[in-house]
């Protein structure tokens, strides 16, 4: 009978082992990242899929009660641009930012990262992939909120199709802060709190319009991640718009998430080892 390590069910160990009868016993090839990130996508996805269809309506319903709101003070022009912009993204930030931050810490305070730190899987794939599940339920909310909002203050719909890089760039920019945050925060309370500021800030920094924002503010609302994907957003509801700064906007969101989402993967292997 072979005696295998449980390092080696972490995908940790050398690819064999020395059983106690003698040769080497072969173990099982170690699990590869993106068959580990789709299998960990699809199992977020079905676990989420009841709990966050509820919540999702929410944000949705709140973006667009927010755009009804301003209505009333903004009639057109720039700032309506930004009103529709901001109202969208903030369904991403919703989602991706609050309730990922959440899960996250709740995670690792009820000890469920133990569960994930047995499977060979590497540390990407989880946070990859709960971050991916996460941002795909903002997709059918982000884009009904746009197309009401777009309606609503008589905006152009011709260009609404960047929805299709903004909700995943800005989705992986705030998914991956929602993430770090809820696997740094020493916490669950604080994890929720840091989330909860999170999305407070994308709602005041990315719906309001920067013209009416004090110049101090307006440095804060350049470090937002959200801001990028609002800003490549708002662009495109011009009559010809500036295709070159809607693309580093992107650009910005794509970087963004790129660090944050490495920075969440590092303290996902910090918190999963104590």
């Not at 499977?119 to 795909?136: E, F, I, K, T």
């Amino acid at each position: 009978m072979s005696i295998v390590p449980v390092e080696a069910v972490s995908g940790r160990a050398a690819d064999t082992v020395k059983p106690v009868d003698g040769g080497p016993a072969p173990l099982a090839p170690r699990a590869r990242l993106l068959p580990s990130l789709a299998a960990v996508y699809r199992a977020q996805l079905s676990r989420a899929r009841v709990a966050r269809i509820p919540l999702l309506f929410v944000a949705t319903f709140q973006s667009v009660g927010i755009m009804v709101l301003m209505r009333g003070v903004v009639d057109g022009g720039d700032e309506a641009r930004a009103v529709v912009a901001g109202s969208s993204v903030l369904v991403v930030a919703f989602v991706a930012l609050n309730l990922l931050a959440q899960y996250f810490g709740q995670l690792r305070a009820s000890g469920g990262l133990d569960h994930y730190a047995t499977l060979p899987v590497p540390p990407a794939a989880v946070v990859l992939g709960a971050a991916g599940a996460y941002a795909s339920f903002t997709v059918p909310g982000t884009a009904v909120t746009a197309v009401t909002g777009s309606v609503l203050f008589d905006l152009p719909l011709t260009h609404l199709w960047v929805l299709v890089a903004v909700i995943p760039l800005s989705g992986a920019a705030l998914a991956g802060l929602g993430a770090a945050l809820g696997l740094l925060a020493p916490r669950q309370e604080l994890a929720t709190l840091l989330g909860q500021l999170g999305m407070s800030a994308a709602l005041l920094l990315g719906v309001l319009p920067a013209d009416r924002l004090p110049e101090p503010v307006v440095y804060a609302r350049d470090l937002l991640p959200s801001t990028y994907g609002v800003e490549a957003l708002a662009r495109t509801f011009d009559a010809h718009p500036d295709w070159a700064a809607v693309g580093l906007d992107l650009a910005v969101c794509a970087a963004v998430g790129v660090v944050s989402l490495a920075v969440a993967t590092r303290a996902y292997r910090r918190a999963a080892v104590r």
